[in-house]
């Protein structure tokens, strides 16, 4: 199964973090499929590759907790089709 989850970079006290496609029996750092788009907690800056999210959700990609509210706070989900 695939998760959409977060990956964390970056040095000590200054994380960012890659949102990626990752099977979910590897590690946090292991190898993903696909970086899909990064989340930068200080300076609350969001990119999100929005059709190859799209892409992963469909064929059964699931959404870890923290991935789906920053998916949700960048509007991600429309009225009706949140899940």
């Given amino acids: 199964m695939v998760k959409l989850r977060l990956k964390r970079c970056g040095r000590k006290q200054r994380a960012i973090y890659r ?14 499929l696909r970086k ?5 907690p200080i300076k609350n800056q969001t990119y999100l590759n ?25 509007e991600f989900f429309k009225e009706g089709t949140s899940s």
């Fill in 19 to 32: 949102i990626v496609a990752i099977d979910v029996r590897s590690r946090r750092d292991g190898r993903d």
């Fill in 50 to 74: 929005v059709p190859v999210i799209l892409y992963f959700l469909e064929k059964g990609a699931q959404p870890t907790v923290t991935v789906h509210d920053i998916l949700r706070k960048a």
């Fill in 36 to 40: 899909v788009g990064f989340y930068d």
